[in-house]
């Protein structure tokens, strides 16, 4: 069984700090994706990262996928309290069509 | 809207009961996944519909069951309800690599 570890499970930072948040596994993935949720909604794709060592770029946030293709990080630059929400990892294994393993999440909270 | 409809969006039974959960997926979409989200466990893939047929089966209970129709809606069956059961529930469709989900059910046993 694949499993997606996430780091750290809560995040309470003040308006304009920076933060990195990690998504670790002992498996290979061929794309990680990442998703945030907020309250009473369901998750909403943020990005999908394909190529070990991809750096994608989604105005603040910066998500980069491990050479090894077994870990992603999330980092936001100057957070800003519209980024309060659940943020969710989810891995697409080696064979194809198979559903999406998810991580347990890292909800962030930013205090104005 | 994702395009992704979840009906009903709260759902409070009493245990024993069985309940049916209804999902339509974006125009297109032939895939269905549902998945089950508890604050202890995270996002649980419960089960897959591709066209109409079974695709992949996750950590769904027997007492738990779904079916896709020829117009693509999806259900979500679950019965003999116990306390542990209530969590949202989720289901996505997906064209691609990225999944669109629903706003979820979210389901009470009491």
């Known amino acids: 069984t694949q499993l997606l570890e996430q780091s750290p499970q809560f995040l309470s930072i003040q308006e304009g700090e920076n933060l990195t948040v990690y998504c670790n596994s002992s498996s290979v993935f061929s794309s990680l994706q990442w998703y945030r949720q907020e309250p009473g909604e369901g998750p909403v794709l943020l990005v999908t990262?394909?190529?070990?060592?991809e750096v994608k770029k989604l105005k603040r946030l910066t998500f980069q996928f491990g050479d090894a293709r077994k870990d992603s990080s999330l980092h936001i630059t100057a957070a800003q309290p519209g980024d309060t929400g659940l943020y969710l990892c989810?891995?697409?294994?080696?064979?194809?069509?198979?559903?999406?393993?998810f991580g347990k999440g890292t909800r962030l909270s930013v205090i104005a | 809207d994702s395009g992704v409809t979840q009906t009903p969006k709260h759902l409070i039974t009493a245990t024993g009961q069985r309940v049916t959960l209804r999902c339509s997926p974006r125009s297109g979409d032939l895939s269905v996944y549902w998945y089950q989200q508890s604050l202890d466990q995270g996002l649980q893939f419960l089960i897959q519909?591709?066209?109409?047929?079974?695709?992949a089966k996750g950590n769904i209970l027997e007492r738990f069951s779904a079916q896709q129709f020829p117009d693509l809606h999806s259900e979500l069956n679950l019965s003999s309800l116990e306390l542990g059961d209530s969590a949202l529930y989720f289901c996505?469709?997906?064209?691609?690599?990225?999944?669109?989900f629903g706003s979820g059910t979210r389901l009470t046993v009491v």
């Open positions: 996505a469709s997906s064209v691609g690599m990225g999944y669109t």
């Open positions: 990262v394909v190529t070990g060592g």
């Open positions: 989810a891995g697409a294994g080696l064979s194809g069509n198979t559903p999406l393993v």
């Open positions: 519909y591709y066209n109409g047929e079974e695709r």
